[in-house]
């Protein structure tokens, strides 16, 4: 069983950008459909982005045209881009791993491995 690692979060500005990175250690990357969700302070986890084996790639209706989740196969390493961030935006991004690909997008059940997350503080 894979350890996911999550970094690359921090405390930026709004509109400011942060690339956050998702690792295995114990294992790799390749053979898991990778998602990313986040949580807000008070709030539920909401999903975010996720990529599947194949590499296509799913995105929660608001995210889509500000965040990129992308695949690079010889890093092992599924990043998630984020751009022109707002201060709602504010939360713990983590990591997932789903040993059955995804075909459709996904939801927080389709997940077996999480990260601890990355901490993303956006100020206005």
């Known amino acids: 069983q894979a350890r996911l690692v999550e970094s690359g979060g921090g405390l930026v500005q709004a509109g400011d950008s942060l690339t956050l990175s998702c690792v295995a250690y114990?294992?790799?990357?390749?053979?898991?459909?990778i998602g990313w969700f986040r949580q807000a302070p008070g709030k539920e986890a909401e999903f975010v982005a996720a990529?599947?084996?194949?590499?296509?790639?799913y995105y929660a209706d608001s995210m889509l045209g500000r965040f990129t989740i992308s695949r690079v196969i010889a890093e092992d390493t599924v990043y998630l881009q984020l751009n022109s961030l707002k201060s709602e935006d504010t939360a713990v991004y983590s990591c997932?791993?789903?040993?059955?690909?995804?075909?459709?997008?996904?939801?927080?059940?389709?997940?077996?491995?999480w990260g601890q997350g990355t901490q993303v503080s956006v100020s206005s």
């Open positions: 114990g294992g790799t990357l390749s053979r898991y459909a």
């Open positions: 990529v599947s084996r194949a590499g296509r790639a």
């Open positions: 997932a791993a789903a040993t059955i690909d995804l075909y459709k997008r996904p939801s927080r059940g389709d997940f077996d491995y």
